[in-house]
């Protein structure tokens, strides 16, 4: 019986955990943030990748 | 001068009242998302939820990191979300929720378009059995002569959407390394940026590598024309890739041209028999053709809304939209019919409930000439900062007539000339060539049918097709009493006019010309110029 009470309280607090960060990250941009400062890394990497260019 | 009845939203707009404060000039993004109230920012967070959950299904699958890490223009896709916050900038209750339909869905659209690229490409997927059943079309071409081909069995690959349109969507810096390489290789720099963007991508080996063949139109100008022959040159000597020239009239309104253009559309269906081995279905065609007209009719419904006092569908998300079903899908894919619905529902209920998206409207505008407003966000921000509605704009001005939908001998013969017309009168053709009748009556029995007062014609300094009509676009105006403001940009080369150089020309005139104050003084100055 305790078990029958008890997961539905874990679910619950899983899914406001849940809520609870995302919606951190939603509201003060993070993902947007931590994106950005990922960029002049990824345009680096870009850089140095061989192709077959025409100039 | 015309003038049209100033509204008054008697209603307070939920949340936070002034957005510009979501800018920060320090960084490329926004310092923080728009609060709504309790109700609109609930639904905003569950679309980041939804969107972040379709990028989180595309990078599972490894060949689509691989192609992450190969592609330099799929850096643009870290930054969806920030794409649809521009898009929902002051939105509320219905106007967000069209907003996020038909975009989300077009996001979803696009997501799917790069794995499959990336699942055909020789380079990443290499999934020969798939990519020998593609067909690569333009960016910017209708694809109805792929309406009667089984959707399973072909697929129909818009190779430049993901590579170069979509993906400045999101990222206004990207194009600018495939336009140096351009340049470098000797194109001149005052044709459009948007073809020679994609000529330099071709130049820069930055395409996916994939398809029995391919099928190139004659889009709208001197750098889609020239953009086209460098593409077509290595897709056909390096990769033997055969390539269709389709070579549509410019002089669509012109009736002789009619069976010139459904000729062609018969070779081009030729063309994709032949190479993929498959057969053109007419049960498949009349299907689409039905699902074109219901768009249409949805479209209609749409203008009538918006010609009331109480607009409903406005902004660079909606007709992006419509540039995806109307000339990307073209009736093949039944999911559209569902999308086109709902959003109808929701403006209908909308302008049921006499819904405003900004403190006043103040004046009536439409939004003509070749446009850059999917970068920035200025539809909306012309709303939410001086009250003046966009109520439609050029590119969503397309087709109002109905095709022959049901499968008889006549309609058959009926149905190349139909997909020619539909062909011929594409985005951006359908107005930038075909004279004078299309540029210029077009729009001013649009600004009486729509009662606008303002035009905000775009002026893109690389365009040829439009700027020869300037003066004519002046005297009329004026004959007609309608205030016309010319917005001057560069299309995707930020360099040339930055996010704020092209508010400012409306500032300018509003203040100068119209004599009026911002109604969200916040606005007027946005440090986004520098910001992805």
């Known amino acids: 019986m305790k078990k029958l009470v008890k997961f539905p309280l874990i679910l619950l607090g899983i899914a406001a955990g849940f809520f609870v960060v995302t919606f951190t990250i939603y509201i003060f941009n993070l993902d947007m943030k931590a994106t950005s400062l990922l960029a002049p890394f990824l345009e680096k990497w870009y850089d140095k990748l061989e192709r077959k260019n025409y100039i | 001068?015309?003038?049209?009845?100033?509204?008054?939203?008697?209603?307070?707009?939920?949340?936070?009242?002034?957005?510009?404060?979501?800018?920060?000039?320090?960084?490329?993004?926004?310092?923080?998302?728009?609060?709504?109230?309790?109700?609109?920012?609930?639904?905003?967070?569950?679309?980041?939820?939804?969107?972040?959950?379709?990028?989180?299904?595309?990078?599972?699958?490894?060949?689509?990191?691989?192609?992450?890490?190969?592609?330099?223009?799929?850096?643009?896709?870290?930054?969806?979300?920030?794409?649809?916050?521009?898009?929902?900038?002051?939105?509320?209750?219905?106007?967000?929720?069209?907003?996020?339909?038909?975009?989300?869905?077009?996001?979803?659209?696009v997501t799917q378009a790069i794995a499959n690229c990336f699942r055909g490409d020789r380079r990443v997927g290499n999934d020969k059995a798939y990519s020998d059943k593609c067909v690569i079309t333009d960016e910017n071409s209708m694809v109805t002569f792929m309406m009667g081909f089984d959707k399973e069995k072909v697929h129909t690959i818009l190779r430049e959407v993901p590579t170069m349109f979509a993906s400045n969507i999101f990222h206004q810096f990207n194009v600018m390394h495939y336009l140096d390489v351009a340049q470098q290789y000797g194109i001149p720099g005052d044709v459009c940026p948007m073809p020679e963007a994609e000529a330099g991508i071709s130049i820069d080996d930055d395409f996916c590598v994939l398809g029995c063949c391919a099928v190139q139109n004659n889009t709208t100008c001197d750098g889609s024309l020239m953009g086209n022959g460098i593409i077509a040159k290595r897709l056909e000597r390096e990769y033997g890739i055969p390539t269709f020239q389709l070579a549509t009239p410019l002089r669509h309104k012109e009736p002789d041209v009619l069976d010139y253009a459904a000729r062609e559309i018969r070779k081009a269906?030729?063309?994709?028999?032949?190479?993929?081995?498959?057969?053109?279905?007419?049960?498949?065609?009349?299907?689409?053709?039905?699902?074109?007209?219901?768009?249409?009719?949805?479209?209609?419904?749409?203008?009538?809304?918006?010609?009331?006092?109480?607009?409903?569908?406005?902004?660079?998300?909606?007709?992006?939209?419509?540039?995806?079903?109307?000339?990307?899908?073209?009736?093949?894919?039944?999911?559209?019919?569902?999308?086109?619905?709902?959003?109808?529902?929701l403006a209908e209920q909308g302008y049921r409930a006499k819904r405003m998206y900004a403190k006043e409207y103040r004046h009536r505008a439409i939004v003509w000439g070749v446009q850059p407003q999917y970068i920035i966000d200025q539809l909306y921000w012309l709303l939410q900062c001086w009250g003046v509605m966009p109520l439609a704009d050029m590119l969503s001005i397309i087709n109002t007539d109905m095709i022959a939908e049901e499968d008889t001998p006549e309609n058959r013969e009926q149905a190349y000339r139909d997909m020619a017309m539909l062909n011929m009168e594409m985005i951006m053709r359908n107005h930038t060539h075909g004279g004078?009748?299309?540029?210029?009556?077009?729009?001013?029995?649009?600004?009486?049918?729509?009662?606008?007062?303002?035009?905000?014609?775009?002026?893109?300094?690389?365009?040829?097709?439009?700027?020869?009509?300037?003066?004519?676009?002046?005297?009329?105006?004026?004959?007609?009493?309608?205030?016309?403001?010319?917005?001057?940009?560069?299309?995707?080369?930020?360099?040339?006019?930055?996010?704020?150089?092209?508010?400012?020309?409306?500032?300018?005139?509003?203040?100068?010309?119209?004599?009026?104050?911002?109604?969200?003084?916040?606005?007027e100055n946005i440090p986004d110029s520098e910001a992805y």
């Open chain 2, 1 to 109: 001068m015309k003038t049209v009845e100033k509204i008054i939203n008697p209603v307070k707009r939920a949340g936070e009242q002034s957005p510009g404060k979501i800018y920060d000039e320090k960084l490329k993004v926004r310092a923080r998302r728009e609060w709504r109230g309790l109700k609109d920012t609930l639904y905003d967070y569950t679309r980041w939820l939804y969107l972040m959950s379709v990028l989180g299904r595309f990078i599972i699958v490894p060949r689509n990191v691989k192609g992450f890490f190969r592609y330099r223009w799929m850096m643009s896709y870290l930054f969806v979300p920030h794409g649809m916050d521009k898009f929902t900038i002051g939105l509320r209750d219905e106007a967000l929720r069209i907003a996020h339909t038909s975009f989300n869905f077009v996001i979803a659209d």
């Open chain 2, 269 to 345: 269906i030729a063309f994709v028999e032949e190479h993929t081995g498959e057969k053109w279905d007419w049960d498949k065609y009349f299907a689409a053709a039905r699902r074109v007209n219901d768009a249409t009719r949805c479209r209609i419904a749409q203008l009538e809304i918006n010609s009331t006092p109480y607009p409903q569908f406005f902004g660079a998300a909606f007709s992006l939209y419509n540039d995806t079903n109307y000339m990307g899908n073209s009736g093949r894919d039944p999911q559209f019919v569902e999308i086109d619905h709902k959003l109808l529902a």
């Open chain 2, 436 to 523: 004078y009748k299309v540029l210029l009556d077009d729009l001013w029995e649009l600004c009486e049918k729509m009662n606008a007062d303002i035009v905000m014609m775009w002026e893109h300094m690389s365009c040829k097709a439009l700027t020869g009509m300037h003066g004519m676009f002046e005297e009329q105006a004026r004959e007609r009493g309608i205030h016309l403001m010319w917005v001057s940009h560069d299309l995707c080369d930020p360099r040339v006019f930055t996010r704020q150089a092209i508010r400012d020309q409306v500032n300018n005139y509003m203040r100068t010309v119209m004599r009026e104050e911002p109604l969200d003084p916040s606005l």
